[in-house]
């Protein structure tokens, strides 16, 4: 059962696609307690209670014990004590034992902050900056027919082409079609599977949006024939600013037709990023949308079909305005140099790192939402979408005959519908492979399916048995990206020692592919989940609750990745009995029947766990170097 209350003036952030009648406040239910100024709500939480949801913030899968922030942020360090990531998913579903089972979804594009029992651990409390929002509650049964409900209000979700389940290489750093030649040279000589390659920013004119370097990229329409040629889809990387350089026509057209958000006085306003000064089209306009998303008609013409959206946050690295301030105290601490304090030191370090994606930045220009002035951090979350939709709709009118892939790193719901998402610039951690798998299902129940993280880890260097245990879980996301930051160790597969078993996993996740695809395409289109946590699909089994390391994928397996270093074998929980696949290879592998319960399972550094469910099927296809190469048929059969 779903309710709409509607309290102030909400901006319409057409999240929902289901347009519900507005409850009184009286029907609310009880669960919730609503401070008088609507600013605040709280619910008590039960010791037992599971608290799922807000997609891809840190932390467990279940938030309880920390605070997070809905405030899209482009933060490279996803440490336990980060508050916000790049993306806004702002539903919750309280599991408890005793029945209660609640979503609540806010719909409300500005900061929120939800306290799951950090500063009570009994207590949730969840506080918005103005009471100018929808809330839908979502009561029922039980948590998979609720996220059901909850997807259908918010519409069908984004499903890439089957050809971007293949392996995505990425790297920052690869800078003319030599850099791709090489990449598929060593792929074909190392016989490894691959269907698409990233174009970082460095395939920009000076980090101009929408051009190419020309000296690297002199004929973008042939070097792209010959990328077809190999059945290679190349993606080149968009930012949302615009650089401010004279004589740049996209910048200058732009700028005539008053497309850029505005600052206080009304003039562009103008950040830094990657090419310097910069301006930010103004998405929450539809005419603006519409000019952007044909801008990313030149190179689908040249036969580029995918793109990945980034920087969207968007992120600002700094202000004109808040630059000149900074400067200014650099000249104070001149006359300071002889007895600066520590405290001295640690303001003005603080005020250099706080130069880049500051709030009082955020609180300093405007957009138009139906001819009215808007601060930007009153829809703040909102922006990423808006970029998202202006791509899928030009794509929509200027390749409607393709599928196109799209992901983009920032993300509030609705955006869901447009696009993909990656989880940003992660880090070489076996942490982060946690991390993914806490992320998984709770982007899921937001509506985010085509969705994947930067595998082997962006920031910091990789080693060979953390990227091969990122792969083994990667594998199994739709969106399977190996890529790392500029003057990271080169990561690109065959870069490693034991080829062998990088080529074996590849193999197996192009084997994986058709089933893979199928429970992706079935989540996107019918509200279900394609990574379960196993206490919604066991409600039953109490010890299920806390099983945070293993997932189910799509109806029929379950998995259990090794995330430790140096580990050779897991323990492993089964709810039921289970058929356990351990493979070395497409052809190598274990058969096992193990009972429910619990079990230490060896898993070497070449191994994979695929576990299936009983009553289920698996299938796998014969793998292939490309997707294009592959035949549905069933190759390998396995029933439980
Ligand atoms: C951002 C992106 C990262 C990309 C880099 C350069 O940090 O998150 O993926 O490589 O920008 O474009």
Redesign the pocket.
């Given at each position: 059962m779903i309710k709409r209350f509607s309290f102030g003036n909400p901006i319409e952030t057409e999240a929902t696609v289901v347009k519900l009648p507005v409850s009184s406040e009286n029907e609310l239910t009880k669960y919730i307690k609503l401070s008088a100024d609507k600013k605040c709500m709280t619910i008590s939480l039960e010791p037992d209670d599971i608290v799922y949801g807000l997609g891809e913030s840190v932390h467990g899968m279940n938030k309880r014990g920390f605070t997070y922030i809905s405030n899209n942020t482009?933060d490279?360090h996803h440490d336990e004590d980060r508050y916000s990531l790049y993306g806004s998913h702002t539903f919750v579903l309280i599991d408890s034992l005793s029945g209660r089972k609640l979503g609540i979804f806010l719909d409300y594009p500005a900061s929120i902050t939800w306290d799951i029992g950090f500063t009570d651990k009994d207590l949730m409390t969840v506080s918005l900056e103005d009471a100018d929002y929808n809330l839908y509650t979502v009561e029922g049964e039980d948590d998979l027919s609720i996220i059901k409900e909850f997807r259908e209000l918010i519409g069908p979700s984004y499903m890439g082409p089957k050809w971007s389940f293949g392996y995505v290489q990425?790297?920052?750093g690869y800078k003319s079609g030599d850099d791709f030649r090489e990449i598929i040279a060593n792929h074909k000589k190392y016989d490894l599977p691959i269907d698409s390659i990233c174009m970082?920013?460095d395939y920009m004119d000076d980090y101009k949006v929408f051009t190419l370097n020309k000296e690297n990229f002199p004929d973008l329409k042939a070097l792209m024939d010959e990328m077809k040629a190999e059945n290679i889809h190349i993606l080149p990387?968009v930012?949302p600013g615009i650089k401010c350089e004279d004589g740049f026509s996209i910048y200058e057209e732009g700028k005539k037709k008053g497309y850029f958000c505005k600052d206080e006085n009304g003039e562009d306003f103008v950040a830094a990023v990657?090419g310097g000064l910069t301006v930010m089209p103004d998405f929450l306009r539809p005419e603006v949308r519409e000019w952007y998303g044909d801008l990313y008609k030149e190179f689908i013409e040249a036969g580029i079909d995918g793109f990945?959206n980034?920087?969207n946050e968007p992120?600002l690295f700094y202000s004109r305005k808040h630059l000149k301030e900074v400067a200014h105290d650099l000249k104070t601490l001149e006359e300071r140099v002889d007895d600066l304090t520590l405290n001295e030191l640690w303001d003005f370090t603080a005020t250099i790192s706080g130069l880049s994606n500051n709030p009082e930045d955020y609180k300093s220009f405007y957009h138009t939402v139906d001819g009215k002035k808007v601060r930007h951090d009153k829809v703040h979350n909102l922006y990423s979408v808006g970029m998202t939709r202006a791509s899928a709709e030009g794509f929509r009118r200027n390749n409607p005959d393709n599928e196109m892939l799209l992901f983009s790193?920032a993300s509030y719901i609705g955006g869901h519908r447009y696009g993909g998402i990656?989880t940003?610039?992660n880090c070489s951690y076996y942490s982060h492979m946690d991390l993914l798998m806490h992320q998984l299902p709770n982007l899921n129940m937001c509506g985010f399916i085509y969705v994947g993280a930067?595998t082997g880890g962006?920031s910091f260097h990789t080693s060979e048995p953390l990227m091969t245990r990122f792969l083994q879980l990667s594998m199994f996301t739709p969106l399977f990206r190996n890529?790392c930051?500029?003057g990271k160790r080169d990561q690109e597969l065959y870069r490693f020692k034991d080829i062998d078993t990088m080529r074996n996993i590849l193999n197996l996740r192009y084997s994986f592919i058709p089933y893979l695809y199928e429970s992706a395409c079935d989540s996107a289109e019918n509200g279900k989940l394609m990574f379960t946590p196993l206490a919604m699909a066991y409600p039953d089994d109490v010890r299920a609750r806390s099983i945070e390391d293993q997932l189910l994928v799509g109806d029929s397996i379950m998995i259990a990745p090794v995330t430790a270093p140096n580990a050779v074998g897991r323990y492993v929980y089964l709810p039921e009995a289970m058929r356990m696949l351990r493979f070395r290879s497409v052809d190598d592998f274990d058969d096992i029947e193990l009972e429910a319960g619990n079990h230490y399972v060896d898993v070497a550094l070449n191994e994979v766990l695929v576990f299936v469910r009983g009553g289920h099927q698996f299938y796998m296809a014969k793998p292939a170097n490309r997707t294009a190469l592959m035949e549905d048929a069933d190759f390998k059969y396995f029933e439980r």
């Amino acid at each position: 059962m779903i309710k709409r209350f509607s309290f102030g003036n909400p901006i319409e952030t057409e999240a929902t696609v289901v347009k519900l009648p507005v409850s009184s406040e009286n029907e609310l239910t009880k669960y919730i307690k609503l401070s008088a100024d609507k600013k605040c709500m709280t619910i008590s939480l039960e010791p037992d209670d599971i608290v799922y949801g807000l997609g891809e913030s840190v932390h467990g899968m279940n938030k309880r014990g920390f605070t997070y922030i809905s405030n899209n942020t482009d933060d490279m360090h996803h440490d336990e004590d980060r508050y916000s990531l790049y993306g806004s998913h702002t539903f919750v579903l309280i599991d408890s034992l005793s029945g209660r089972k609640l979503g609540i979804f806010l719909d409300y594009p500005a900061s929120i902050t939800w306290d799951i029992g950090f500063t009570d651990k009994d207590l949730m409390t969840v506080s918005l900056e103005d009471a100018d929002y929808n809330l839908y509650t979502v009561e029922g049964e039980d948590d998979l027919s609720i996220i059901k409900e909850f997807r259908e209000l918010i519409g069908p979700s984004y499903m890439g082409p089957k050809w971007s389940f293949g392996y995505v290489q990425s790297r920052w750093g690869y800078k003319s079609g030599d850099d791709f030649r090489e990449i598929i040279a060593n792929h074909k000589k190392y016989d490894l599977p691959i269907d698409s390659i990233c174009m970082d920013i460095d395939y920009m004119d000076d980090y101009k949006v929408f051009t190419l370097n020309k000296e690297n990229f002199p004929d973008l329409k042939a070097l792209m024939d010959e990328m077809k040629a190999e059945n290679i889809h190349i993606l080149p990387n968009v930012d949302p600013g615009i650089k401010c350089e004279d004589g740049f026509s996209i910048y200058e057209e732009g700028k005539k037709k008053g497309y850029f958000c505005k600052d206080e006085n009304g003039e562009d306003f103008v950040a830094a990023v990657w090419g310097g000064l910069t301006v930010m089209p103004d998405f929450l306009r539809p005419e603006v949308r519409e000019w952007y998303g044909d801008l990313y008609k030149e190179f689908i013409e040249a036969g580029i079909d995918g793109f990945w959206n980034d920087m969207n946050e968007p992120a600002l690295f700094y202000s004109r305005k808040h630059l000149k301030e900074v400067a200014h105290d650099l000249k104070t601490l001149e006359e300071r140099v002889d007895d600066l304090t520590l405290n001295e030191l640690w303001d003005f370090t603080a005020t250099i790192s706080g130069l880049s994606n500051n709030p009082e930045d955020y609180k300093s220009f405007y957009h138009t939402v139906d001819g009215k002035k808007v601060r930007h951090d009153k829809v703040h979350n909102l922006y990423s979408v808006g970029m998202t939709r202006a791509s899928a709709e030009g794509f929509r009118r200027n390749n409607p005959d393709n599928e196109m892939l799209l992901f983009s790193r920032a993300s509030y719901i609705g955006g869901h519908r447009y696009g993909g998402i990656w989880t940003g610039d992660n880090c070489s951690y076996y942490s982060h492979m946690d991390l993914l798998m806490h992320q998984l299902p709770n982007l899921n129940m937001c509506g985010f399916i085509y969705v994947g993280a930067d595998t082997g880890g962006f920031s910091f260097h990789t080693s060979e048995p953390l990227m091969t245990r990122f792969l083994q879980l990667s594998m199994f996301t739709p969106l399977f990206r190996n890529h790392c930051a500029l003057g990271k160790r080169d990561q690109e597969l065959y870069r490693f020692k034991d080829i062998d078993t990088m080529r074996n996993i590849l193999n197996l996740r192009y084997s994986f592919i058709p089933y893979l695809y199928e429970s992706a395409c079935d989540s996107a289109e019918n509200g279900k989940l394609m990574f379960t946590p196993l206490a919604m699909a066991y409600p039953d089994d109490v010890r299920a609750r806390s099983i945070e390391d293993q997932l189910l994928v799509g109806d029929s397996i379950m998995i259990a990745p090794v995330t430790a270093p140096n580990a050779v074998g897991r323990y492993v929980y089964l709810p039921e009995a289970m058929r356990m696949l351990r493979f070395r290879s497409v052809d190598d592998f274990d058969d096992i029947e193990l009972e429910a319960g619990n079990h230490y399972v060896d898993v070497a550094l070449n191994e994979v766990l695929v576990f299936v469910r009983g009553g289920h099927q698996f299938y796998m296809a014969k793998p292939a170097n490309r997707t294009a190469l592959m035949e549905d048929a069933d190759f390998k059969y396995f029933e439980r």
